[in-house]
Protein backbone atom coordinates (compact mmCIF):
# COMPACT_ATOMS: atom_id res chain seq x y z
CA UNK A 1 0.00 0.00 0.00
CA UNK A 2 0.98 3.35 -0.80
CA UNK A 3 0.66 5.47 2.39
CA UNK A 4 1.35 9.08 3.58
CA UNK A 5 0.67 9.06 7.13
CA UNK A 6 0.00 12.03 9.57
CA UNK A 7 -0.63 12.25 12.96
CA UNK A 8 -2.62 15.77 14.00
CA UNK A 9 -3.48 17.46 16.79
CA UNK A 10 -2.24 17.18 20.66
CA UNK A 11 -0.06 14.07 21.27
CA UNK A 12 1.96 14.00 17.50
CA UNK A 13 3.26 10.76 16.82
CA UNK A 14 5.44 9.68 13.96
CA UNK A 15 4.53 7.56 10.28
CA UNK A 16 4.51 4.31 10.55
CA UNK A 17 3.95 1.20 9.81
CA UNK A 18 0.48 0.16 8.11
CA UNK A 19 0.18 -2.74 10.61
CA UNK A 20 1.37 -1.03 13.61
CA UNK A 21 -0.22 -2.35 17.05
CA UNK A 22 -0.60 0.97 18.36
CA UNK A 23 -3.55 1.78 16.29
CA UNK A 24 -5.89 -0.38 18.72
CA UNK A 25 -3.88 1.61 22.37
CA UNK A 26 -2.51 4.34 23.48
CA UNK A 27 -5.28 6.57 22.82
CA UNK A 28 -4.76 6.32 19.37
CA UNK A 29 -7.54 5.87 16.55
CA UNK A 30 -6.47 5.31 12.85
CA UNK A 31 -8.97 6.49 9.77
CA UNK A 32 -7.85 5.33 5.98
CA UNK A 33 -8.92 7.85 3.43
CA UNK A 34 -8.38 9.20 0.26
CA UNK A 35 -5.24 11.62 -0.91
CA UNK A 36 -7.57 14.49 -1.75
CA UNK A 37 -8.70 14.64 2.49
CA UNK A 38 -7.46 17.52 4.20
CA UNK A 39 -8.66 19.40 7.25
CA UNK A 40 -6.74 22.51 9.63
CA UNK A 41 -4.83 20.65 12.80
CA UNK A 42 -6.95 22.74 14.64
CA UNK A 43 -9.57 20.38 13.96
CA UNK A 44 -7.43 17.67 14.93
CA UNK A 45 -6.62 18.96 18.15
CA UNK A 46 -10.15 19.46 18.89
CA UNK A 47 -11.09 15.96 18.20
CA UNK A 48 -7.94 14.99 20.97
CA UNK A 49 -9.26 17.46 23.41
CA UNK A 50 -13.01 16.26 22.98
CA UNK A 51 -12.16 12.71 22.99
CA UNK A 52 -8.50 12.08 24.41
CA UNK A 53 -7.37 9.98 21.27
CA UNK A 54 -5.19 10.60 18.64
CA UNK A 55 -6.67 10.75 15.02
CA UNK A 56 -3.87 8.89 13.01
CA UNK A 57 -4.66 9.85 9.14
CA UNK A 58 -3.08 7.06 6.27
CA UNK A 59 -3.98 8.58 2.68
CA UNK A 60 -4.21 5.29 0.35
CA UNK A 61 -4.65 6.66 -3.52
CA UNK A 62 -8.07 7.46 -4.91
CA UNK A 63 -11.24 6.76 -3.43
CA UNK A 64 -11.56 3.65 -5.87
CA UNK A 65 -8.31 2.70 -5.14
CA UNK A 66 -9.75 3.26 -1.16
CA UNK A 67 -12.81 1.24 -1.76
CA UNK A 68 -10.83 -1.75 -3.33
CA UNK A 69 -8.63 -1.98 -0.09
CA UNK A 70 -11.06 -2.07 2.37
CA UNK A 71 -13.36 -4.81 0.03
CA UNK A 72 -10.26 -7.09 0.00
CA UNK A 73 -9.67 -6.96 3.57
CA UNK A 74 -12.97 -7.63 5.75
CA UNK A 75 -12.17 -8.07 9.03
CA UNK A 76 -8.75 -7.31 8.87
CA UNK A 77 -9.03 -3.86 8.32
CA UNK A 78 -5.47 -1.73 8.14
CA UNK A 79 -7.42 1.07 9.81
CA UNK A 80 -10.13 1.59 12.16
CA UNK A 81 -12.61 3.86 10.28
CA UNK A 82 -12.34 4.51 6.40
CA UNK A 83 -13.43 8.38 4.74
CA UNK A 84 -13.81 8.78 1.45
CA UNK A 85 -16.00 6.02 -0.06
CA UNK A 86 -18.59 7.44 -2.30
CA UNK A 87 -21.71 6.78 -3.48
CA UNK A 88 -20.13 5.34 -6.74
CA UNK A 89 -18.00 2.68 -4.68
CA UNK A 90 -20.61 2.11 -1.25
CA UNK A 91 -22.09 -1.11 -2.53
CA UNK A 92 -18.48 -2.95 -2.87
CA UNK A 93 -17.09 -2.76 0.75
CA UNK A 94 -21.47 -3.40 2.19
CA UNK A 95 -21.62 -6.32 -0.10
CA UNK A 96 -18.00 -7.98 1.48
CA UNK A 97 -18.71 -7.27 4.94
CA UNK A 98 -15.63 -4.83 5.45
CA UNK A 99 -17.95 -2.68 7.31
CA UNK A 100 -19.72 -2.74 10.81
CA UNK A 101 -23.24 -0.95 11.16
CA UNK A 102 -22.81 2.36 12.96
CA UNK A 103 -25.58 5.20 13.12
CA UNK A 104 -24.30 8.23 14.71
CA UNK A 105 -26.73 10.23 17.03
CA UNK A 106 -25.49 13.30 15.06
CA UNK A 107 -27.05 11.93 11.72
CA UNK A 108 -30.56 13.05 11.99
CA UNK A 109 -29.09 16.79 11.40
CA UNK A 110 -28.72 16.05 7.86
CA UNK A 111 -26.76 12.84 6.94
CA UNK A 112 -29.54 10.50 7.05
CA UNK A 113 -30.87 12.53 3.87
CA UNK A 114 -28.18 10.59 2.17
CA UNK A 115 -28.13 7.55 3.28
CA UNK A 116 -26.99 4.49 1.28
CA UNK A 117 -30.16 2.95 0.10
CA UNK A 118 -31.15 -0.67 1.99
CA UNK A 119 -28.03 -0.54 3.54
CA UNK A 120 -27.69 -1.19 7.55
CA UNK A 121 -25.96 2.01 8.86
CA UNK A 122 -22.69 1.09 7.46
CA UNK A 123 -21.70 4.27 6.33
CA UNK A 124 -22.30 7.59 7.29
CA UNK A 125 -22.82 10.84 4.89
CA UNK A 126 -20.11 13.54 5.28
CA UNK A 127 -19.63 15.65 2.22
CA UNK A 128 -21.18 16.07 -1.28
CA UNK A 129 -20.06 17.26 -4.37
CA UNK A 130 -21.16 17.17 -8.06
CA UNK A 131 -18.71 16.12 -10.37
CA UNK A 132 -18.71 18.07 -13.42
CA UNK A 133 -16.24 18.96 -16.04
CA UNK A 134 -14.10 22.22 -15.04
CA UNK A 135 -12.58 24.91 -17.62
CA UNK A 136 -9.75 27.22 -17.62
CA UNK A 137 -11.77 30.08 -19.32
CA UNK A 138 -8.45 32.37 -18.80
CA UNK A 139 -6.86 29.55 -21.40
CA UNK A 140 -9.97 29.25 -23.87
CA UNK A 141 -9.97 33.59 -23.47
CA UNK A 142 -6.19 33.91 -24.51
CA UNK A 143 -6.27 31.49 -27.17
CA UNK A 144 -9.20 32.68 -28.99
CA UNK A 145 -10.90 29.23 -28.81
CA UNK A 146 -14.68 29.30 -27.92
CA UNK A 147 -15.24 26.93 -24.53
CA UNK A 148 -17.17 23.66 -24.68
CA UNK A 149 -21.15 24.40 -23.44
CA UNK A 150 -21.51 20.51 -23.30
CA UNK A 151 -19.83 17.69 -21.88
CA UNK A 152 -20.81 16.72 -25.71
CA UNK A 153 -18.61 18.74 -27.19
CA UNK A 154 -15.38 17.33 -26.13
CA UNK A 155 -15.72 15.23 -28.97
CA UNK A 156 -15.15 18.42 -31.49
CA UNK A 157 -11.89 18.41 -33.00
CA UNK A 158 -11.60 22.26 -31.98
CA UNK A 159 -11.18 20.23 -28.05
CA UNK A 160 -8.60 17.62 -29.57
CA UNK A 161 -5.50 16.74 -27.00
CA UNK A 162 -7.54 19.33 -24.30
CA UNK A 163 -9.07 17.53 -21.64
CA UNK A 164 -7.65 15.88 -18.68
CA UNK A 165 -10.35 13.00 -18.08
CA UNK A 166 -10.04 10.01 -14.51
CA UNK A 167 -10.39 5.81 -15.11
CA UNK A 168 -13.95 5.34 -13.70
CA UNK A 169 -11.81 1.95 -12.56
CA UNK A 170 -9.60 3.46 -10.16
CA UNK A 171 -11.46 7.12 -9.63
CA UNK A 172 -14.47 8.02 -7.74
CA UNK A 173 -14.95 11.30 -9.88
CA UNK A 174 -13.72 9.38 -12.81
CA UNK A 175 -16.69 6.77 -12.30
CA UNK A 176 -19.21 9.63 -11.79
CA UNK A 177 -18.12 11.11 -15.15
CA UNK A 178 -18.86 7.39 -17.04
CA UNK A 179 -22.32 7.27 -15.05
CA UNK A 180 -23.21 10.57 -16.49
CA UNK A 181 -22.27 9.54 -20.21
CA UNK A 182 -24.28 6.59 -19.58
CA UNK A 183 -27.05 7.68 -17.99
CA UNK A 184 -27.23 10.46 -20.60
CA UNK A 185 -27.39 8.39 -23.78
CA UNK A 186 -27.82 4.60 -22.53
CA UNK A 187 -27.16 2.81 -26.07
CA UNK A 188 -24.56 5.61 -27.52
CA UNK A 189 -22.27 6.18 -24.56
CA UNK A 190 -19.32 3.38 -25.91
CA UNK A 191 -19.39 5.38 -29.48
CA UNK A 192 -19.16 8.79 -26.88
CA UNK A 193 -15.81 7.64 -25.24
CA UNK A 194 -14.03 6.27 -28.80
CA UNK A 195 -14.66 9.82 -30.36
CA UNK A 196 -13.31 10.95 -27.19
CA UNK A 197 -10.36 8.63 -27.44
CA UNK A 198 -10.25 9.30 -31.13
CA UNK A 199 -9.86 13.00 -30.07
CA UNK A 200 -6.96 12.44 -27.61
CA UNK A 201 -8.60 12.92 -24.25
CA UNK A 202 -5.75 12.28 -21.63
CA UNK A 203 -7.15 9.28 -19.28
CA UNK A 204 -5.50 9.29 -15.62
CA UNK A 205 -5.39 7.56 -12.61
CA UNK A 206 -7.00 9.56 -10.02
CA UNK A 207 -8.04 13.72 -9.40
CA UNK A 208 -4.92 14.70 -7.93
CA UNK A 209 -3.00 13.88 -11.68
CA UNK A 210 -5.86 15.37 -13.60
CA UNK A 211 -5.88 18.64 -11.41
CA UNK A 212 -2.63 19.08 -10.39
CA UNK A 213 -0.42 18.22 -13.03
CA UNK A 214 -2.42 18.42 -15.98
CA UNK A 215 -5.16 21.16 -16.02
CA UNK A 216 -3.43 24.09 -17.22
CA UNK A 217 -5.25 25.99 -14.39
CA UNK A 218 -3.70 23.78 -11.27
CA UNK A 219 -0.48 23.72 -9.47
CA UNK A 220 1.30 22.40 -12.03
CA UNK A 221 0.06 24.84 -15.00
CA UNK A 222 -0.03 21.66 -17.48
CA UNK A 223 -1.37 21.43 -20.85
CA UNK A 224 -5.07 20.75 -20.16
CA UNK A 225 -7.61 23.52 -20.44
CA UNK A 226 -10.68 21.00 -19.69
CA UNK A 227 -10.41 19.25 -16.51
CA UNK A 228 -12.91 16.42 -14.42
CA UNK A 229 -13.41 17.89 -11.36
CA UNK A 230 -15.98 19.69 -8.96
CA UNK A 231 -19.05 22.26 -9.46
CA UNK A 232 -17.34 23.77 -6.44
CA UNK A 233 -13.43 23.81 -7.59
CA UNK A 234 -14.04 27.11 -9.45
CA UNK A 235 -14.35 28.35 -5.71
CA UNK A 236 -10.59 27.64 -4.90
CA UNK A 237 -9.31 28.46 -8.83
CA UNK A 238 -10.32 32.25 -10.11
CA UNK A 239 -10.57 32.14 -13.62
CA UNK A 240 -12.30 28.82 -13.89
CA UNK A 241 -15.62 27.47 -14.30
CA UNK A 242 -17.71 24.35 -14.09
CA UNK A 243 -19.85 22.97 -17.13
CA UNK A 244 -23.21 22.31 -14.96
CA UNK A 245 -24.34 20.18 -17.71
CA UNK A 246 -22.23 17.20 -16.70
CA UNK A 247 -22.95 17.08 -13.02
CA UNK A 248 -23.20 13.68 -11.04
CA UNK A 249 -24.26 13.79 -7.85
CA UNK A 250 -21.46 12.69 -5.40
CA UNK A 251 -21.87 12.02 -1.46
CA UNK A 252 -18.67 10.94 0.69
CA UNK A 253 -19.40 8.42 3.42
CA UNK A 254 -17.55 7.82 6.56
CA UNK A 255 -17.55 4.05 8.18
CA UNK A 256 -16.35 1.84 11.07
CA UNK A 257 -14.34 -1.19 9.64
CA UNK A 258 -15.49 -4.37 10.90
CA UNK A 259 -12.46 -6.21 13.22
CA UNK A 260 -11.49 -2.36 13.82
CA UNK A 261 -8.66 -2.80 16.79
CA UNK A 262 -10.47 0.41 18.00
CA UNK A 263 -13.70 0.12 17.75
CA UNK A 264 -14.86 2.68 19.97
CA UNK A 265 -12.46 5.04 18.57
CA UNK A 266 -13.57 4.87 15.18
CA UNK A 267 -17.27 5.28 16.34
CA UNK A 268 -16.31 8.70 17.94
CA UNK A 269 -14.17 9.50 14.51
CA UNK A 270 -17.93 8.85 12.71
CA UNK A 271 -19.58 11.37 14.87
CA UNK A 272 -16.65 14.10 14.59
CA UNK A 273 -17.03 14.17 11.04
CA UNK A 274 -20.72 14.72 11.17
CA UNK A 275 -20.19 17.89 13.57
CA UNK A 276 -20.13 21.02 13.13
CA UNK A 277 -16.07 20.94 13.82
CA UNK A 278 -15.63 19.32 10.76
CA UNK A 279 -19.14 20.58 8.82
CA UNK A 280 -18.17 24.11 8.78
CA UNK A 281 -14.51 23.23 7.99
CA UNK A 282 -15.22 21.26 4.54
CA UNK A 283 -15.86 23.99 2.22
CA UNK A 284 -12.75 25.60 2.64
CA UNK A 285 -10.45 22.71 3.03
CA UNK A 286 -11.73 20.19 0.29
CA UNK A 287 -14.38 22.44 -1.35
CA UNK A 288 -17.08 20.31 -1.32
CA UNK A 289 -20.32 21.02 0.53
CA UNK A 290 -21.02 19.72 3.81
CA UNK A 291 -24.27 17.44 4.54
CA UNK A 292 -25.20 18.42 8.15
CA UNK A 293 -28.45 21.31 8.04
CA UNK A 294 -27.11 25.13 8.80
CA UNK A 295 -23.60 24.63 8.57
CA UNK A 296 -22.82 28.10 7.55
CA UNK A 297 -20.88 28.16 3.88
CA UNK A 298 -17.73 30.64 3.30
CA UNK A 299 -18.32 34.22 2.10
CA UNK A 300 -18.92 33.80 -1.75
CA UNK A 301 -18.92 30.12 -1.79
CA UNK A 302 -22.50 30.57 -3.61
CA UNK A 303 -21.62 32.97 -6.34
CA UNK A 304 -18.48 31.07 -7.14
CA UNK A 305 -19.68 27.48 -6.55
CA UNK A 306 -23.19 27.20 -7.53
CA UNK A 307 -24.82 24.07 -6.69
CA UNK A 308 -26.02 22.79 -9.94
CA UNK A 309 -29.47 22.88 -10.89
CA UNK A 310 -29.70 19.08 -11.32
CA UNK A 311 -27.43 15.84 -11.11
CA UNK A 312 -26.87 12.62 -12.55
CA UNK A 313 -28.28 9.72 -9.96
CA UNK A 314 -28.48 6.63 -10.45
CA UNK A 315 -28.83 4.28 -7.55
CA UNK A 316 -25.90 2.47 -5.93
CA UNK A 317 -27.90 -1.01 -6.61
CA UNK A 318 -27.91 -0.22 -10.46
CA UNK A 319 -24.12 0.63 -10.10
CA UNK A 320 -23.36 -2.39 -7.90
CA UNK A 321 -25.34 -4.58 -10.73
CA UNK A 322 -23.56 -2.74 -13.76
CA UNK A 323 -20.32 -1.77 -12.80
CA UNK A 324 -18.40 -4.31 -14.05
CA UNK A 325 -20.14 -4.85 -17.58
CA UNK A 326 -19.85 -0.71 -18.06
CA UNK A 327 -16.01 -0.91 -16.39
CA UNK A 328 -15.22 -3.31 -19.68
CA UNK A 329 -17.51 -1.72 -22.39
CA UNK A 330 -15.17 1.44 -21.61
CA UNK A 331 -11.82 -0.47 -21.63
CA UNK A 332 -12.93 -1.45 -24.81
CA UNK A 333 -14.14 1.68 -26.28
CA UNK A 334 -11.08 3.53 -25.39
CA UNK A 335 -8.16 1.11 -25.59
CA UNK A 336 -7.43 0.40 -22.11
Not at 304 to 317: D, E, G, L, Q
Request: charged share 20%; with cysteine; aromatic share 8%.
Amino acid sequence: MVAVCGVLGAGLTACGDDDDESSGAGGEVTMLTHDSFELPDSVYETFTEETGLTLRVIKSGDAGKLASTISLTPGKPKADVVFGIDNTFASRPIENGALEPYKSPLAEDGASAYAVADSNNELTAVTRGDVCLNLDDSWFEKNDVEPPKSFRDLTDPRYANLSALLDPGTSSPGMAFLLTTVNADPRGWQDYWKKLAANKATIVSGWEIAYNQLFSAGEGRGQKPIVLSYASSPAATPGTSALLDSCFGQVEYVGVLKGAKNAAGARKVVDFMVSQTVQRELPSSMYVYPVQKDTPLPDGWQDRAPVPSWTVKIPPAVIAKNREQWLQQWRDAVGR
